[in-house]
C-alpha cells in the first residue's frame, strides 16, 4: 500500500507534467505487491550545489556570488515557473527548499509533492507541514494559507542562493535585503526578496509575475545572440504541456500504472473535498 504522501507526490507529478517538474516514467508492482516508482534520473540537487561551491570558499569573502549570476538567475527563473504551474493549477507545494530543486546539466526540476495540497483544501485547514526555516510566518501560526505560502519559501531559497544560509527569523527583512546587496546580489533581486519576504501574504507578488520578472532579468543577462536565441527557446517550452513526451504510452498502458493513477484521482478528490 502506498503512503498518503507519496500517492500524493506521484499524483501531482503525473497529472501536472511541466518541463521544470520532475517526470514520472512508470510504477511497476513486484510480485509482493510493493511499487517501484521510476522517474527520470537527475544529478544532484540545489542544497547540495551550494554546500560545494560554499566548501571551495576558502575565506568570508570569497563567498560573494556562491552562484555565477547566469546560473542563479536560470535556476530562479525555472523554480518560479514549475511553481507558478502548480498554482495555476490550484496545487501549493507547501516544502519549497533546495533540496527539493533537482538538477542535470541545464535542466532545474521541482520535486518532492508529498506536503502539497490542493489549494481550496489548504485554505480550510492548515497543519504545519514543511521545513521550518523555509515556512511562511501564516504556516507556523496555523492560519489559512495558500500560493503566498510557497512565494515566502521562494524567497528564503533565493536568499540562500546569494548567502549560502536561511533568513534569521528575528532579523528584519531590511536587514536581510542589506545582506544580500553586501553579498553583490542583484538589486532586482534584493528588491524581490523583500517582497517575497513581505509580513502579509496578500502583499507578497504571484508566482506568475515573479516569473515574468525573472524571465525578463535572464533574457538581459543573455549576452550573445546565440544564448539569447536558447533563452527564448526554453521560455517557449516552460509554457508547453509536456505530458505525451513524459508519460510514454508503454507506461500509461501498464495495468500497475492505471490502477496507481485512479488511486492518487482519487485522493486529490478527496483533497478538493477537505475530507483529509
Known sequence: ????????????????????????????????????????LMTTDLSKLLKETMGKSSSASSKK???ATQVLLRVLRDVSAGLAHLHSNGVVHRDVKPANVLLRDEQVKLC?????????????QMTVTGTLDYMAPEVLNREPAGRAADVWGFGV??????????????????????????????????????????????????MGVIHSRLQQLVMQDASDSQRLKEELKHAEAQDRDTYESTW??????????????EFTHKLQQTHSQGQV
Open 157 to 206: 531559497l533565493l536568499f540562500e542562493c546569494v548567502t549560502g544560509g536561511t533568513c534569521a527569523r528575528a532579523t528584519a527583512t531590511a536587514e536581510l535585503s542589506a545582506e544580500l546587496a553586501r553579498a553583490g546580489c542583484l538589486p532586482a533581486l534584493v528588491q524581490l526578496f523583500a517582497e517575497c519576504h513581505h509580513a502579509d501574504p496578500n502583499k507578497r507578488p504571484l
Open 65 to 67: 556570488g556562491l552562484l
Open 112 to 124: 518532492d509533492f508529498g506536503s502539497s495540497r490542493d489549494l481550496q483544501h489548504t485554505l480550510q
Open 1 to 40: 500500500m502506498l503512503s498518503e504522501e507519496l500517492a500524493r507526490d506521484l499524483a501531482v507529478i503525473s497529472g501536472l507534467p511541466h518541463q521544470n517538474i520532475l517526470t514520472l516514467h512508470g510504477v511497476c508492482e513486484s510480485s509482493k505487491g510493493s511499487h517501484k516508482i521510476v522517474y527520470e
Open 248 to 261: 510514454s504510452e508503454f507506461y500509461a498502458k501498464q495495468p500497475q500504472a492505471r490502477e496507481l493513477l
